[in-house]
């Protein structure tokens, strides 16, 4: 049997529970589940909870910020009353990262230690993000110049919702008049790769032979009611 709103088989819309996703607005109270959605898929889209010695690290870096600095960009996924995914985003990279370093990454550096010898492979990274938030040369944001995250769990994939969650903030972004949004991907991740192509992002940077990263982007039409 098939929902007739959808196509979808209906068992595969529903949870153990019975419950169906539905999307919704960011609430002040889903900061944490945030950060749990986001050690849940840290890595490379499967839970990093074993590899991290500071579970709401990775949240810290890729989640509450962008929730604080702009909650009107924040959907959640809801499902049996608990959030279990998200998309976030930020109009324009660069005063992002401008708010960051003047608002959150100080915080941060008092809870979290530099990195040393000892960090984990998975840790190293997001501390030198927290105390030194290092930036690279970036032309494609001349172009491409705001960015988003999306993170779903295990129970809310495979049912449309990154499609919808990424065409929602797509549709916010340039309303606000943006002309393209980007993102990072990590190259062993195909599967995520694969479905931002579908979605029609496309690399903005040539990678190098042996990257462990893409960075894929979309431009808005000039005109027109969806995003291109």
């Known amino acids: 049997m098939s929902d007739e709103r959808t196509g979808r088989p209906a068992a595969a819309q529903r949870s153990a529970d019975g419950g169906e996703p539905r999307l919704r607005p960011f609430a002040a109270d889903d900061l944490g589940d ?3 959605v986001c050690l849940r898929t840290g890595d490379l889209g499967a839970d990093g909870s074993a590899l991290t010695a500071w579970p709401d690290l990775v949240g810290d870096v ?9 909650p009107g960009l924040v959907t959640v996924v809801e499902l049996d009353l608990r959030v279990v995914g998200y998309v976030i985003g930020c109009r324009d990279t660069l005063a992002f990262e401008a708010w960051c370093a003047e608002h959150w990454w100080p915080a941060l550096r008092e809870r979290y230690p530099a990195p040393g010898p000892d960090a984990s492979a998975f840790d190293a990274p997001l501390l030198r993000q927290v105390h030194t938030a290092p930036v690279e040369e ?14 779903l769990l295990p129970v809310a994939q495979g049912l449309g919702l990154g499609r919808r969650l990424i065409d929602h903030v797509l549709g916010r972004l340039r309303d606000a008049g943006s002309p393209g949004v980007h993102l990072g991907v990590g190259a062993a991740n195909t599967r995520a790769v694969g479905f931002y192509a579908r979605l029609g992002l496309r690399p903005l940077v040539e990678p ?9 982007g979309r431009s808005f039409a000039a005109d027109g009611d969806a995003p291109a």
Do not use: I, K, M, N
């Open 34 to 36: 945030l950060r749990e």
């Open 62 to 70: 890729y989640a509450a910020p962008y929730a604080v600095a702009d």
């Open 138 to 151: 970036r032309p494609y944001l001349a172009t491409h110049p705001s960015h988003l995250h999306v993170d």
């Open 208 to 216: 190098e032979p042996g990257a462990t990263s893409y960075v894929l």
